[in-house]
């Protein structure tokens, strides 16, 4: 299997969940099943059937995190020294070149990406052209909205 990169930030984030998931959703959701049973027929119980499904997604996602998690390479952006080029974990400070919009990413994992907060996926598009560039460089990519370009400002490992 192969490694799946993924900030420190984003390895806890998922441990987090995991936990949750299985101290705190899983025991529910057994209990829930176990009352639905007590009320006879299974056959017409909504609630047992309601129950049953969100075991069924909880132990899906359990699965699923515990398979990130082993395949995941956790990187410390704060511990990271690319001489200041543009790698995975780094946040990046850009100029969109018509606009002069100023635009702060940090490039993460799947898992953590978020725009609203300035995590971008590092197989977005935007991402794949930051990727080795250092500061001074323009980033041209592809957007829905048409061609883009980004003069990278400055590089942080933060």
């Not at 101290?23 to 609630?47: H, M």
């Not at 075991?55 to 390479?73: C, D, M, W």
């Not at 609203?116 to 001074?136: D, V």
């Amino acid at each position: 299997m192969a490694t799946i990169p993924i900030t420190k930030r984003g390895a806890e984030k998922l441990k987090d969940e995991l936990h949750k998931l299985k101290t705190v959703d899983r025991p529910w959701v057994i209990n829930a099943i176990a009352e639905a049973r007590a009320q006879g027929d299974l056959s017409e119980n909504a609630e047992y059937d309601a129950a049953k499904d969100r075991q069924g997604f909880i132990e899906g996602r359990i699965q699923e995190i515990e398979g990130k998690l082993s395949a995941a390479l956790v990187i410390d952006p704060t511990e990271v020294d690319a001489g200041g080029k543009v790698v995975f974990g780094a946040t990046v400070d850009l100029e969109e070149e018509t606009s002069g919009e100023k635009v702060t990413y940090q490039i993460v994992g799947e898992d953590e990406a978020d725009l609203k907060l300035g995590l971008i996926n590092i197989s977005s598009p935007i991402a794949r052209a930051l990727i080795g560039k250092e500061e001074g460089d323009v980033a041209v990519f592809l957007a829905p909205g048409g061609e883009k370009s980004y003069e990278v400002i400055a590089v942080h490992y933060r």
